[in-house]
């Protein structure tokens, strides 16, 4: 069966410092992977997705960067947090543009 | 736009009973899939129902069903004999064909009361 992982779990960072969040899958190749973001209280925003290796597309322009460097792997990242970065992330894959699974998330606080 | 909107943001049920979430969407799409997932406290997105919107027959899964009526653009999630466990977040979600995203709506706030 598949698994998705997500870490780390909880990150607190300061203004200005880098962030590195990773998502990977188990039991499955070749998975669409997205990134996305959920304010407290509020719906989803896509931030990025993947279909294959170094292939990201970008919903939202701002100062996070996604990067694929393995099949399974799916890596959030930015050079210098904002204070609006802080948020919940998830990290989702599907099939065959079929079902789409949810990681357990990552809770960033960035102060 | 393709949208999805979920017009209930809260709904309260007594527990053992019977609730309905309300979803409507906006496609001029024929075959598309159609999603209700549930994010408890905890957070994590968890799939409850899927619906293929060529299949007539209505999804089931335990005390979870939807009512989908696809000239209306309706996708209802029904759930039954209601748990303290069911409290969540409910969001509907499309995936037109031929793309890779999925539309989710706002969320409806269920509330699960003993």
């Known amino acids: 069966s598949q698994t998705i992982h997500q870490w780390p779990a909880t990150l607190v960072q300061p203004v200005g410092s880098p962030l590195s969040l990773e998502c990977t899958v188990e039991g499955t190749s070749n998975p669409n992977l997205y990134w996305y973001r959920q304010a407290a209280g509020r719906g989803l925003q896509l931030l990025f997705y993947s279909v294959g290796i170094g292939q990201i597309s970008s919903e939202v322009p701002q100062n996070l960067s996604a990067s694929r460097p393995q099949d399974r792997q799916f890596i959030l990242s930015s050079k210098k947090l904002l204070l609006s970065d802080s948020g919940f992330y998830l990290c989702a894959w599907s099939y065959s543009q079929e079902t789409q699974y949810f990681g357990p998330g990552t809770r960033l606080l960035v102060l | 736009a393709q949208t999805v909107t979920q017009s209930q943001p809260e709904m309260s049920v007594q527990e053992a009973e019977t609730v309905t979430l309300s979803c409507t969407y906006d496609t001029s799409e024929s075959d598309y899939y159609l999603f209700w997932y549930k994010q408890p406290p905890s957070r994590q997105m968890i799939l409850v129902i899927r619906q293929e919107a060529y299949k007539q027959q209505n999804a089931t899964e335990n005390r979870f069903s939807v009512n989908f009526q696809k000239a209306a653009k309706s996708f209802s999630l029904k759930i039954s004999d209601s748990q303290l466990g069911d409290a969540a977040m409910y969001f509907c979600?499309?995936?037109?064909?031929?793309?890779?995203?999925?539309?989710f709506g706002t969320g409806t706030r269920l509330k699960v009361l003993a």
């Open positions: 979600a499309y995936k037109p064909p031929g793309t890779y995203k999925y539309i």
